[in-house]
């Protein structure tokens, strides 16, 4: 007995369902194939490089890292024994000297405004 159904009028013949595939020339789907892992391996790359710069530039941030918690370390310890390093004088007379410029402009800019007010 045949195995084959009438459905609407329509004989179907057991097997695959669905559409068949389109043939499509083998020669360009390799090509895509190989276009698409060139594009894949041109992404890769871009990406390692793009890490390998990040990495890079953190590694030099942690040094420079060290480097100023060793600086501070030997600033403590010349504190510790009671002196004080010529940086931290350095900063602290810089400061001092900022406040002072700040001060004086600022009397300055007042004097300026109670000159102006005073016109009117």
């Known amino acids: ?11 179907k013949k057991p097997g695959k369902r669905g559409r068949k595939p389109a043939k499509i020339d083998l020669k360009a789907k390799l090509e895509r194939s190989r276009q698409s892992a060139r ?6 790359k871009l990406r390692y490089q793009y890490l390998e710069e990040l990495v890079s530039s953190r590694e030099r941030a942690i040094c420079a890292l060290r480097e100023e918690l060793e600086m501070y370390k030997q600033w403590c310890m010349a504190m510790d024994q009671g002196k004080i390093p010529s940086e931290i004088k350095a900063l602290l007379t810089g400061e001092e000297q900022n406040k002072s410029q700040q001060n ?17």
């Open 1 to 11: 007995m045949d195995d084959s159904k009438v459905v609407g009028g329509k004989v």
């Open 39 to 44: 594009e894949c391996r041109a992404e890769k």
């Open 104 to 120: 004086s402009s600022r009397h300055m800019k007042a004097g300026k405004t109670d000159a102006n007010s005073n016109s009117w």
